[in-house]
């Protein structure tokens, strides 16, 4: 990383003595001749700079791949890759109006560009924005009509709409196409539960948990479970080790976020005060904070 930082400040220098010659052209007399860059020479230099900015995000130092990769766009403003690294940057620095221009600006150099209108979508739905966020995905779906996260975002856009059987059917076609995107199942069961389908959400869940042994199916799992057969001895275990898998999902305010719908989290509200649930509840709650 050290020498990544010294090669980061020579091309600083480059650049400041460049910036420093054409702003001062008229003061040629003063100093002596330096020959300027060529394009391909200051394209060269931009990708360079780029996968120094790359390490630098890798290294969660994004403030500084930011200046790094504004730096870089001075030099080459049509390098595409470079728009798509800054808006990465920014994204992850939580600069999310500055990400969705620079993401803007690699659409319109590249406009068949499928990644970055789903990239686009899910900055919209960040900032609660799922009309737009639909636009965005609907666009990368004429570039791409088998992906499988794109259907994926179209389906959680249409849940933030309260749109429910869109938004079901765009599950289905996302885990249709990648039978494995156990995402994609464990949302068709968060909507069918919604619903009042419970022996196909029931069905769903256990098909995500087969490809995942994530927390959230398991805890959606152990919720139908409840829901249908109320004390069941399996419920109560699953939810228990959902809960040490993911404290998190003790909140609404995170199972909200994940998506989920008003009637399942009333129903964690029940299972989680069932007296065999008080102490890993309680911890949860603790390791959560």
Not at 21 to 48: H, R, V
């Amino acid at each position: 990383m050290k020498k990544n930082i010294q090669a980061i400040y020579k091309i600083l220098v480059f650049l400041i003595i460049f910036e420093f010659i054409l702003i001062n052209k008229e003061s040629k007399s003063f100093f002596p001749k330096i020959n300027e860059p060529t394009q391909n020479e200051l394209k060269y230099t931009s990708k360079q700079i780029g996968k120094t900015a790359i390490q630098l995000i890798q290294f969660n130092q994004n403030d500084e791949a930011i200046k790094l990769l504004k730096l870089a766009l001075k030099l080459n403003r049509k390098e595409k890759d470079l728009w798509i690294i800054l808006g990465e940057a920014q994204i992850r620095a939580n600069k999310k109006y500055e990400a969705l221009y620079s993401l803007n600006e690699a659409i319109n150099l590249k406009p068949r560009e499928e990644s970055v209108y789903f990239t686009k979508a899910s900055l919209y739905m960040d900032l609660n924005q799922p009309e737009k966020a639909k636009i965005s995905i609907k666009n990368g779906l004429e570039i791409n009509k088998n992906s499988d996260r794109g259907y994926f975002q179209l389906g959680n856009a249409s849940i933030m709409l309260n749109d429910y059987n869109s938004a079901l059917s765009a599950f289905r076609k996302s885990s249709k196409i990648n039978s494995q995107f156990w995402q994609s199942i464990n949302n068709e069961g968060l909507i069918l539960y919604e619903l009042d389908n419970y022996k196909e959400a029931l069905s769903k869940f256990k098909s995500a948990l087969k490809i995942s042994n994530d927390a959230e199916p398991m805890l959606a799992l152990a919720i139908v479970l409840f829901t249908t057969s109320n004390n069941s001895i399996e419920s109560i275990n699953l939810a228990k080790k959902a809960l040490k898998l993911n404290p998190q999902y003790v909140s609404t305010e995170y199972q909200a976020k994940q998506l989920w719908g008003e009637k399942i989290q009333k129903s964690a509200k029940l299972l989680f005060k069932k007296q065999e649930m008080k102490n890993v509840v309680r911890e949860a709650y603790e390791k959560s904070q």
